[in-house]
Protein backbone atom coordinates (compact mmCIF):
# COMPACT_ATOMS: atom_id res chain seq x y z
CA UNK A 1 0.00 0.00 0.00
CA UNK A 2 1.64 3.77 -0.94
CA UNK A 3 1.39 6.19 0.95
CA UNK A 4 -1.62 8.38 0.21
CA UNK A 5 0.42 11.80 0.51
CA UNK A 6 2.56 11.05 -2.33
CA UNK A 7 1.94 11.67 -5.86
CA UNK A 8 2.08 9.29 -8.69
CA UNK A 9 5.22 10.48 -9.89
CA UNK A 10 6.96 10.39 -6.58
CA UNK A 11 5.96 7.21 -5.90
CA UNK A 12 6.89 6.22 -9.32
CA UNK A 13 10.38 7.57 -8.05
CA UNK A 14 10.46 5.62 -4.86
CA UNK A 15 10.19 2.36 -6.75
CA UNK A 16 13.00 3.19 -9.20
CA UNK A 17 14.86 3.90 -6.24
CA UNK A 18 14.43 1.15 -3.79
CA UNK A 19 14.76 -1.42 -7.21
CA UNK A 20 18.02 0.29 -7.87
CA UNK A 21 19.43 0.59 -4.26
CA UNK A 22 18.74 -3.05 -3.73
CA UNK A 23 20.35 -3.84 -7.13
CA UNK A 24 23.64 -2.26 -5.89
CA UNK A 25 23.34 -3.89 -1.99
CA UNK A 26 23.73 -7.06 -4.30
CA UNK A 27 26.58 -5.51 -6.20
CA UNK A 28 27.92 -4.59 -3.32
CA UNK A 29 27.89 -7.78 -1.20
CA UNK A 30 29.31 -9.35 -4.28
CA UNK A 31 32.42 -7.16 -4.26
CA UNK A 32 32.79 -7.40 -0.60
CA UNK A 33 32.47 -3.87 0.68
CA UNK A 34 30.39 -4.58 3.60
CA UNK A 35 29.98 -0.29 4.80
CA UNK A 36 28.96 0.51 0.86
CA UNK A 37 25.95 -2.51 1.71
CA UNK A 38 24.90 -0.99 4.61
CA UNK A 39 24.29 2.07 3.77
CA UNK A 40 22.67 1.38 0.54
CA UNK A 41 20.61 -1.11 2.52
CA UNK A 42 19.28 1.60 4.72
CA UNK A 43 18.48 3.44 1.51
CA UNK A 44 16.16 1.14 0.37
CA UNK A 45 15.00 0.44 3.89
CA UNK A 46 14.35 4.41 4.00
CA UNK A 47 12.23 3.91 0.62
CA UNK A 48 10.26 1.22 1.21
CA UNK A 49 9.05 2.56 4.42
CA UNK A 50 8.14 6.08 3.06
CA UNK A 51 6.06 3.82 0.37
CA UNK A 52 4.49 1.84 2.60
CA UNK A 53 3.45 4.68 4.88
CA UNK A 54 5.71 3.94 8.17
CA UNK A 55 8.22 6.85 7.54
CA UNK A 56 6.57 10.34 6.98
CA UNK A 57 7.32 11.75 3.74
CA UNK A 58 9.80 14.80 4.39
CA UNK A 59 11.87 15.22 6.59
CA UNK A 60 12.14 19.37 7.18
CA UNK A 61 15.19 19.59 9.29
CA UNK A 62 16.83 16.92 6.46
CA UNK A 63 15.20 18.73 2.98
CA UNK A 64 18.04 19.65 0.60
CA UNK A 65 21.37 17.98 -0.42
CA UNK A 66 23.64 19.30 1.82
CA UNK A 67 26.10 18.81 -1.11
CA UNK A 68 24.38 21.11 -3.23
CA UNK A 69 23.23 24.08 -1.33
CA UNK A 70 19.89 26.14 -2.50
CA UNK A 71 21.37 28.92 -4.95
CA UNK A 72 19.21 30.72 -2.54
CA UNK A 73 21.02 30.51 0.34
CA UNK A 74 22.15 33.10 2.45
CA UNK A 75 26.18 33.83 1.33
CA UNK A 76 27.95 33.88 4.83
CA UNK A 77 31.16 35.10 3.28
CA UNK A 78 33.00 38.21 4.80
CA UNK A 79 31.88 41.67 2.95
CA UNK A 80 34.00 44.60 3.18
CA UNK A 81 33.65 47.26 4.89
CA UNK A 82 31.76 50.31 3.12
CA UNK A 83 33.21 53.66 4.07
Known amino acids: MANQSLR ?5 SLQYIAS ?13 FPMISYLLG ?3 AEAFDVLRGARPVRHPQLSGNPMH ?15
Open 8 to 12: QSEID
Open 20 to 32: MANELVQMAEASR
Open 42 to 44: MAY
Open 69 to 83: PKAQAKDNRAQPRRA
